[in-house]
């Protein structure tokens, strides 16, 4: 428990510092772009943590999600025939090329093709997503270390197995990196794919309440995306945690083996 | 049980062509353990890997007890010289030993099991739930043997398997091979690159030399059984039969021998030979070098 509350406090104490910061400099402010914070933490409450709860921000975590999880099956499958392949070394230059045009820059042809949807709009997300999962799976596949795939043949394993057993398990830690990039464009894309012929989401909140002059409600929507970002990253890192322990021991005892 | 018939191993092809060897011919009998021996780059591993059916050989064939080896069998394990590359880093030591049964044994609890039995015959009873990382390197190939003898399998392959460990776990481990083999009845067929280890644990010590490589000799090794560090490698017959062997390795005609001089073939220096005379004083090495 106390360990517990060091970590957090560890954590937080310098955003907190920042608030506090904040809450007093924007104390009385006039300015019509940065209103006082408590203002806008008002807005806050009355917007996320209770009006746009159920109609803009679970629409976007829904999409957020589905489109990453599409994105990413799509990337890990891909991923991994192209690393066992013989052509991962012809196809990837065109891949990274993929990866580099910014996902925002389709929106308009997802649009034209799609229509306004939430398919549409997960579509977006998980064409961003797909990218960094599948180069890096790619590699992780690409990169097992040979005796691996002996000593899978060598327990005559079923290809099932050896695919899900032993290559899979030993390309993760590159795929899960992978996925921790995709994370991050899956949330930017969320918010772009908003931000266009929209009705609703935290994207559109922003929209909507810049083109109205509403300020506390722009920033409240910024706060909260950037709480979402932060969460998302914490349970990230909880998943990398869990599922890489392996991987992170094996690193730490060869660190000290060489040391 | 093991039989090697003219089998023949290249890599490259045309101008490149790399013969490993030509026309092998070598065979393991049941319950028996024979030592595989030679220079360094001789073949030693690519023959492993076509007895194992990870490669394919040229020409010739593989069998046991008549079934042809087109592929990895059932019946045969293969432990790896590099246990830090051959176990599986994210499972644990029990989740390792029974990877090879999961596609053998239905019932997990019978999977279980077997997966207990076989780390307890190597001694490892209570790190079950530990990961090979986690473990020194003598018992992380403990752990690899303990994976391949869960399935029991009728032959046992090891390719250098005691290569990256100190002397006292080496020779713990050749004990236990050998115990295994009395326990389980497996045949067993080691690829080593010390002499000691090869006529201490061998029924039979196969010596393979040149380009391609071919049986330049087996030496039967008529020492008492059961094996003894102490007892057994101070014997009379132990030093002679490893002072032939290293002989041999070493392409050293008998006319060679009696006219005094020294030719070690090219690739031999990775051979123990230092080590080798220096624990018991070969004969004629002597002579030599006064
Ligand atoms: N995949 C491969 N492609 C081409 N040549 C190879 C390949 N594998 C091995 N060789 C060559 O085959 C020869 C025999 O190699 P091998 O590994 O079987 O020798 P070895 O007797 O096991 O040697 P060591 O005692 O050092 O392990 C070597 O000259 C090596 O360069
Ligand atoms: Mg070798």
């Given at each position: ?259 | ?27 393991v009998?049941?319950g028996e353990v024979v030592c ?120 046992l ?20 091979t050998l115990?295994?083999r009395?326990?389980?009845?497996m045949s067993v067929l080691v ?10 644990m061998s029924d039979r ?16 090794i ?5 094996r ?63």
């Amino acid at each position: 428990m106390n360990k517990w509350l060091r970590e957090i406090v560890a954590e937080l104490w310098l955003p907190c510092l920042v608030v506090l910061f904040w809450w007093f400099t924007s104390r009385g402010s006039q300015s019509l772009h940065f209103p006082p914070l408590s203002v806008i933490l008002e807005r806050f409450g009355q917007d996320w943590l209770f009006a746009r709860f159920w109609t803009d921000l679970l629409p976007s975590l829904r999409n957020f999600g589905f489109g990453l999880l599409i994105g990413a099956m799509i990337g890990a499958a891909a991923g991994t025939a192209l690393g066992l392949s013989r052509v991962a070394r012809h196809v990837l230059p065109l891949l990274e090329v993929m990866r580099a045009i910014p996902v925002i820059a389709l929106i308009p042809l997802i649009i034209m093709m799609l229509g306004t949807s939430d398919i549409e709009k997960i579509a977006i997300i998980a064409f961003g997503s797909i990218w960094p999962v599948l180069l890096n799976t790619t590699e992780g596949v690409r990169n097992i270390d040979p005796t691996l795939r002996d000593v899978g043949r060598s327990l005559t394993l079923d290809r099932g197995s050896v695919l899900f057993r032993v290559i899979l398990p030993a390309a993760s830690p590159q795929i899960v990196a992978g996925l921790r990039l995709s994370v991050s464009i899956a949330l930017v894309a969320t918010v772009g794919s908003e931000l266009f012929a929209s009705t609703r989401g935290i994207g559109y909140v922003i929209l909507s309440a810049t083109q109205g002059w509403d300020m506390p409600q722009m920033w409240a929507a910024l706060l909260m995306l950037g709480i979402v970002g932060y969460a998302l990253n914490g349970l990230m890192t909880l998943f990398e945690r869990r599922a890489l322990r392996w991987h992170w021991g094996r690193a730490a005892i060869n660190r000290a083996a060489t040391r | 049980m093991l039989k090697i018939s003219r089998l023949s191993m290249s890599y490259g092809s045309d101008s490149q062509l790399k013969v490993i060897f030509r026309d092998l011919d070598c065979s393991v009998e049941k319950g028996e353990v024979v030592c595989l021996v030679g220079p360094s780059g001789v073949g030693k591993s690519t023959l492993m890997r076509c007895i194992a059916g990870l490669s394919k050989p040229v020409a010739g064939k593989v069998e046991l007890d008549g079934t042809l080896v087109d592929r990895p069998l059932r019946d045969v394990s293969l432990v790896f010289q590099d246990y830090s590359r051959s176990l599986m880093p994210w499972l644990k030591v029990i989740g390792n030993v029974t990877l090879p049964l999961l596609n053998r044994i239905a019932s997990k609890q019978e999977r279980l099991a077997a997966a207990h039995a076989a780390i307890e015959a190597v001694g490892l009873r209570g790190n079950e739930d530990k990961y090979p990382w986690q473990l020194s390197g003598g018992m992380q190939q403990r752990v690899a043997i303990a994976r391949a003898i869960a399935c029991k399998p009728r032959l046992l392959l090891m390719d250098e398997p005691f290569a990256s460990v100190d002397a006292q776990t080496r020779a713990d481990l050749e004990d236990l091979t050998l115990r295994l083999r009395d326990q389980f009845g497996m045949s067993v067929l080691v690829v080593t690159h010390d002499i000691d280890e090869s006529v201490y644990m061998s029924d039979r010590v196969v010596v393979l030399r040149g380009s391609p490589a071919e049986v330049v000799e087996t030496v039967d090794i008529p020492l008492p059984v059961p094996r003894d560090q102490i007892s057994t490698k101070t014997e009379p017959r132990f030093a002679e039969l490893r002072a032939h062997i290293l002989r041999q390795i070493r392409g050293e005609t008998e006319l060679q021998k009696t006219s005094g001089r020294v030719g070690p073939v090219a690739g031999s220096a990775e051979l123990n030979v230092a080590r080798a005379s220096s624990i018991t004083a070969i004969p004629d090495q002597i002579q030599r070098q006064a």
